[in-house]
């Protein structure tokens, strides 16, 4: 990641001519999250510095003020059932007398949405789209010395729908202001590419634009170098030129790596290319981007290669936010969920349907996920954004608009502001190793959503058609094009016949096939030179052996690795249910089945087909539980996911058979049995030894709550977080999964708590109470450091249970 200089609240002190003569690097950090002052509503003049905000809530950032509502079904559905509003951010700061000849940005990663923004009053600028990531020149209206400059934030997410799933409100992820000297790199001003690449020598370029903003023409000398992970100087080279005053000059630099470590899913290697900028002899700017040396290839018929070596992209979709902590997530969440991607087998990422937080790409780089980073839901005409459920007055067609969908969203922004927004999205990403393409939207092409398609029986005329989508298609490659040539440009499509026909389909480097899979083979016989991806997938296995037997097919994203909020069906129904974990990281059974699929040591997972289950959802509604009381005698349908030879399943220790997996049905292996108390064990064999084993226990009545916590020990920085599973259990110590106890949780001491929920649906209590009803025995809560060294002692209570407790320290 991109480090950069940045203004500390302790200004130290430089001694200053034109510009100082001592230079300090200063690295990028959260300074700028602390302290700002909020109001949840519209009020008049609070741009105005005088305004007096002494009785505004005081708090840090990110910050996201839709979470923090109660549910209600007159809300939309789209986002989840949670309100929206107005809301103003205000923030006091000062800058010493010496600091007069620097030039500061203020950077946002995002703001939802439609933000306006001011320096001491003087308006600096609006951006509508809430997930892209924009700055401003602060310079010339700051107040130097005793006289305070204030920064005030107006955010508008007052639409009732405008968007398919939820966004969160607010200021939601972080802000940096950089304090940088007249002559310096440009924010998001260096691109490093890789380039001729082998065992032995790997050549590395960078562009770096640097900018020259004092009153003279300047010879500014760039030294550029490789660092590697060890911190060992591997290459460097420098150039020097007159940049005028004013002006800006990009710099061309080469470098030769010897021996390289490649950047790979397996070992994700990072190397620094550092840019350090003299005016003669005097450092004035020290930047710092993370690179990672790797080639990528997509053969048309060979599918995905990633230095030379053939990969089968193993991806899942993900959406902005994380269940009770709305979209205001902090870092170590995102690398939770990471984690559970990986032991689940996942490889790759898609960042549906909007560009991420800056932190989970450098989370992807360190952890080696391939990512494709998209951009746009939507273009220059609305979506369906639901308000009383997913397709709830579908049949009303036209009549239904603003009462079951609305169509407001970033359509109205696409014409101005597309280009800007897509290009600084670019430049922002474009160094991060694990950014393999640029997706540019997402089921632009939907049948009758927005564009009508008039290959289909039920088509909407009153629909604009469909032909401009491959002239806006054409428009948003170039842009691209514009900033970074090295990467492939693609589009889940979700109508490939409509698409090929307009032409659409035919621009993308890549063509995304969402949920199409009957399409692989015949679009790959009459376009043999297109390359194709699963841009979104179905967790079938037929989805999955349509990537696994058609090696021109890249890979394939499910949809989703995760429950997110909104997108949702009637109320209660809050959030989206296909992810493969829900809402508070807890897994699924389809989480092991997809284990089962994409990884290869041992394991097995053994679940219980609901009787009530009269569809046999197997592969969503299974449960992991042995407790089906009103059942006993009765067949139950239990269902074992392995990538093992054979698995034993045993009641109470008797045998019932073994089966095999190559006799399986869709890679599961089924059984009939009859419902006795006590244990249910599954053994996984590999050339006739057991190798893996799990074993459900009927649990007796719950007794007591326990509390397990992912990390003992957090950072005492305001920022790092513990994730504490509330556990119901019975005098045995097992979960109790048909418990639905109100717990209430204490947090005492050095932490907060920022999010309580259980995962389930339909349950409307409020994620920031310290109350929360457990699901199938158990919630999660996240705990966050207040900043202060110290214990956390969290408590959880609840009537006729033993409490809890737990202590984590605060380092």
């Not at 995962?759 to 457990?774: A, I, M, Q």
Request: hydrophobic content about 35%.
């Amino acid at each position: 990641m991109k480090k950069r200089m940045i203004f500390l609240a302790a200004m130290f002190f430089l001694i200053s001519q034109s510009y100082p003569q001592n230079f300090e690097k200063l690295e990028r950090c959260n300074a700028f999250d602390k302290n700002w002052r909020f109001h949840l509503g519209d009020i008049k003049g609070a741009e105005n510095p005088a305004f007096d905000d002494s009785n505004w809530r005081v708090l840090n950032l990110p910050h996201d003020y839709s979470i923090e509502g109660d549910f209600d079904s007159t809300y939309a559905s789209a986002t989840g059932y949670l309100p929206g509003g107005i809301g103003w951010y205000r923030k006091e700061f000062r800058l010493s007398p010496d600091d007069k000849n620097y030039n500061y940005y203020l950077q946002f990663d995002g703001v939802y949405e439609r933000s306006e923004v001011w320096l001491n009053g003087r308006f600096l600028g609006r951006r509508p789209y809430g997930f892209i990531s924009f700055y401003y020149d602060l310079t010339p209206y700051l107040n130097f010395g005793d006289k305070n400059n204030v920064i005030a934030v107006r955010v508008d997410n007052s639409d009732v729908a405008d968007s398919r799933w939820y966004t969160g409100s607010g200021i939601f992820r972080h802000v940096w202001l950089y304090k940088k000297n007249r002559i310096h790199v440009a924010n998001w001003g260096a691109f490093v590419t890789s380039h001729f690449v082998n065992k032995k020598r790997a050549n590395v370029r960078a562009v770096t634009e640097v900018e020259n903003n004092m009153n003279d023409d300047k010879l500014v000398k760039l030294q550029s170098i490789i660092i590697d992970s060890e911190g060992n100087v591997v290459g460097q080279t420098e150039s020097e030129i007159i940049i005028p005053a004013g002006a800006k000059h990009e710099y061309e630099a080469s470098i030769n790596i010897k021996d390289p470590r490649l950047w790979s899913i397996d070992e994700p290697y990072i190397y620094r290319w550092v840019n350090k900028v003299y005016d003669g002899k005097l450092l004035v700017d020290n930047d710092t981007v993370n690179f990672g040396v790797r080639t990528i290839r997509i053969d048309a018929n060979e599918g995905f290669f990633l230095n030379d070596k053939p990969v089968t992209i193993k991806g899942v979709c993900l959406h902005n936010d994380a269940g009770p902590l709305g979209s205001a997530v902090p870092v170590r969440e995102w690398e939770s969920r990471l984690e559970l991607m990986k032991e689940m087998g996942a490889n790759a990422i898609r960042t549906s349907h909007n560009p991420p937080p800056p932190e989970l790409l450098d989370l992807c780089d360190r952890m080696g996920f391939l990512v494709m980073d998209e951009a746009f839901d939507e273009w220059k005409i609305g979506k369906k954004k639901w308000i009383k459920g997913w397709n709830v007055g579908q049949e009303a067609g036209a009549s239904g608009l603003n009462k079951y969908y609305s169509q407001n969203g970033y359509s109205d922004y696409f014409e101005e502001w597309a280009k800007r927004d897509l290009q600084h999205f670019v430049k922002r990403d474009r160094n991060h190793p694990s950014v393999i393409m640029w997706s540019i939207g997402n089921e632009i092409d939907y049948p009758n959503d927005p564009y009508t398609d008039p290959t289909r029986d039920n088509y909407e005329p009153w629909r604009p058609p469909a032909f401009e989508l491959a002239e806006i298609a054409k428009r948003l490659y170039d842009y691209i094009k514009e900033i970074d040539t090295t990467r492939p440009v693609t589009a889940a499509l979700a109508n490939i016949p409509l698409s090929n026909e307009i032409g659409y389909a035919q621009i993308l480097d890549v063509v995304g096939y969402n949920y199409q899979e009957q399409y692989y083979k015949r679009y790959h016989a009459r376009f043999p030179e297109r390359k194709i991806i699963g841009s979104e997938n179905g967790d079938s296995y037929s989805a999955w052996l349509a990537v696994k037997n058609n090696p021109f097919v890249s890979g394939q994203f499910l949809w989703t690795g995760i429950d997110y909020l909104g997108e949702a069906g009637k109320f209660p129904s809050r959030s989206n249910t296909s992810g493969l974990i829900d809402l508070c990281d807890f897994k699924k059974p389809g989480f092991y089945y997809r284990k089962s699929l994409w990884t290869d040591d041992p394991m097995v997972f053994v679940s219980v087909t609901p009787p009530y289950d009269t569809l046999n959802r197997f592969r969503f509604n299974t449960v992991e539980s042995w407790n089906w009381d009103n059942y006993k005698e009765k067949e139950l349908q239990v269902v074992a996911f392995t990538n093992c030879d054979s698995v034993q399943l045993l009641v109470n220790n008797r045998k019932v058979s073994a089966k095999k997996l190559s006799d399986a049905e869709d890679a599961m292996i089924f059984w009939k049995v009859k419902y006795e108390p006590g244990e249910l064990t599954a053994l996984a064999y590999r050339n006739g030894d057991v190798v893996a084993k799990h074993i459900i226990k009927t649990a007796s009545e719950p007794e007591s709550i326990i509390l397990k916590s992912d990390r003992s020990s957090i950072k005492a920085d305001g920022k790092d977080i513990a994730r504490i599973e509330i556990i119901v259990v019975d005098k045995n110590g097992n979960r109790v999964p048909y418990a639905d106890n109100k717990v209430e949780i204490e947090v005492e001491g050095e932490g907060i708590n920022i999010g309580f929920g259980n995962g389930d649906n339909k349950n409307l209590e409020s994620f920031k109470s310290d109350t929360h009803t457990v699901y199938r025995g158990r919630a999660r809560l996240f705990v966050q450091s207040n900043g202060n060294k110290g214990k956390i002692i969290v408590r959880a209570k609840s009537k006729n249970l033993k409490p809890g407790e737990i202590i984590i320290n605060a380092n």
